[in-house]
């Protein structure tokens, strides 16, 4: 097929000038486009407001269909559960046993510390809810993680305040609307977690790897800390995130730390809680824009 | 007779439908939506549907969409997939012009070599976010790109599928 006649104008004038600032109009649209993405890139703050209104525009349309997915994936993960049924009940009806000897020396333990604490009189934050809301969707088409939550500054949710699930930890918001927020998952490339490991204690750093998974790192340099099934939890260093609350489980070991997978599923979460940062001093670090002001 | 004409729709005074200036560019606007379905995925592997229909129109034909027309569109894919302002109104003006380019060198082109153009563009476009998003701190592996962007140009045959019957629905009610 030969190009069409669009490119060439032929002898009028008037197309030929109709073509030439058309195509000064794009030069133009690609200057400001570069324009917009350098202050999006040098102060990421500075849109805030266009990116919530947004947000609010679409979080509706994405948390409406919500119910019909839902139903979809729950008829899927059913049918899977249902298909090795017997190996799954035998290998549950273990870990169960294991589990309850665990809980009965947790009780112990947790019995020791209250007495511990309150001979320590040791002071510490409560770690207050500022907002509930669902998870209903998230960056699909993209390689950063992002998801997408139904509670917005309407609620009370600002930048940078930690989002978690019962399961453990889910990330931290990055864009707040009204009605609906946006949230960094763990598993982001940008979102480093200062962590511990729960066994020993070893302070370590947890970065999302853009595919679902974790990497974690221990900080002292040596040998390798991590054993396949360890649980990471949140040190509360830096003051953004909670101390102790589940991060991720590893589960493959590399040369100098591991690769772990996150406790919290963002897709199976039913609902996501908004907390504030556990030093109110760590908000306006946590906003890239102000912190480079 | 006067009951047959009136019955009938007649074959002639027949025209493009309202709007028909504006339908591509609105169903565009409209492909930029498609991401957001809810499914929360680990992994990002949906492909850019807006960037995919505004190629799959501009291959068409040349005259749709005119190049500037890609910076308002591209700045409602940012806003409306949370992508950092002005990434989409960059890479999709960037592709509309290099198509310009390309169409004043090339003497003829068929389906294999639009689905090549598209998948160049496409390749471009993400290598363009790739470094964006490194610049904001989130850098990944080149590797992390691939599967989607393969996902990204098989979907190109369904975008121009779409568009050419969009096209023959527009002009041709």
Redesign the interface.
């Known amino acids: 097929?030969?190009?069409?006649?669009?490119?060439r104008a032929g002898w009028s004038r008037r197309a030929q000038y109709g073509l030439f600032f058309?195509?000064l109009?794009?030069?133009?649209?690609?200057l400001?486009?570069?324009?917009?993405?350098?202050?999006?890139?040098v102060a990421?703050g500075a849109?805030a407001g266009?990116?919530g209104a947004?947000?609010d525009?679409?979080a509706p349309?994405?948390?409406g269909?919500?119910s019909?997915?839902d139903t979809a994936s729950g008829l899927l993960s059913g049918a899977g559960n249902y298909w090795d049924a017997a190996r799954q009940n035998a290998g549950l009806r273990e870990e169960n046993r294991k589990l309850q000897r665990q809980a009965i020396q947790a009780r112990a333990i947790f019995q020791e510390n209250a007495q511990l604490k309150s001979v320590l009189a040791l002071r510490e934050n409560e770690v207050a809810t500022v907002a509930t809301g669902r998870?209903?969707?998230?960056?699909?088409?993209?390689?950063?993680?992002?998801?997408v939550l139904t509670a917005g500054s309407g609620d009370g949710v600002a930048v940078g305040m930690p989002v978690r699930s019962a399961a453990g930890l889910i990330g931290r918001v990055v864009?707040a609307g009204a009605t609906a927020s946006?949230v960094l998952l763990i598993?982001?490339?940008?979102n480093i977690v200062p962590a511990r490991l729960l066994r020993g204690g070893q302070p370590v750093i947890a970065t999302g790897?853009?595919?679902?998974t974790i990497d974690v790192r221990p900080l002292e340099v040596g040998r390798n800390p991590f054993r396949p099934g360890d649980f990471i939890v949140t040190s509360g260093t830096g003051g953004l995130y909670p101390p102790n609350v589940p991060v991720a489980r590893v589960i493959r070991l590399d040369d100098d730390g591991a690769i772990a997978l996150p406790l919290a599923d963002?897709?199976s979460a039913s609902f996501a809680v908004v907390g504030r940062p556990y030093e109110e001093a760590a908000l306006p670090q946590a906003e890239?824009s102000e912190a480079e002001e | 007779m006067v009951r047959s004409a009136l019955g009938r729709s007649s074959r002639l005074d027949r025209g493009p439908r309202k709007l028909a200036r504006a339908i591509p560019a609105l169903s565009v606007a409209v492909a930029s939506?498609l991401?957001?379905?809810?499914?929360?995925?680990?992994?990002?592997?949906?492909?850019?549907?807006g960037l995919l229909l505004l190629l799959a129109w501009r291959l068409l034909?040349?005259?749709v969409i005119?190049?500037?027309w890609?910076?308002p569109l591209?700045?409602w894919n940012d806003?409306?997939?949370?992508?950092?302002?002005?990434?989409?109104?960059?890479?999709?003006?960037?592709a509309?012009?290099l198509i310009?380019l390309l169409?004043?060198r090339?003497?003829?082109?068929?389906y294999w070599i639009e689905w090549l153009i598209a998948a160049c563009l496409l390749t471009l476009a993400d290598l363009a976010?790739?470094q964006?998003?490194a610049?904001?701190?989130?850098?990944?592996d080149l590797v992390?790109?691939v599967p989607?962007l393969l996902i990204a140009i098989l979907t190109f045959p369904i975008a121009a599928f779409v568009a050419s019957a969009l096209d023959r629905w527009r002009l041709n009610p």
């Open positions: 097929m030969a190009p069409g006649p669009g490119a058309s195509f109009a794009a030069i133009a649209g690609l400001i486009g570069l324009g917009l993405l350098a202050l999006s890139l990421p849109y266009v990116r947004a947000l525009l679409t349309v994405t948390s269909l919500r019909v997915t998870i209903v969707g998230s960056s699909l088409e993209s390689a950063r993680r992002f998801a864009d946006r598993s982001d490339r940008a790897r853009g595919d679902g963002p897709a890239p | 939506l991401p957001l379905v809810p499914v929360v995925a680990d992994v990002g592997w949906f492909p850019e549907t034909r040349s005259d005119p190049a500037w890609a910076a591209g700045l806003l409306v997939l949370g992508l950092p302002i002005g990434l989409s109104v960059a890479t999709w003006t960037a509309m012009i310009d169409d004043r090339t003497m003829w082109r068929d976010r790739r964006v998003d610049a904001m701190g989130a850098p990944y992390t790109i989607p």
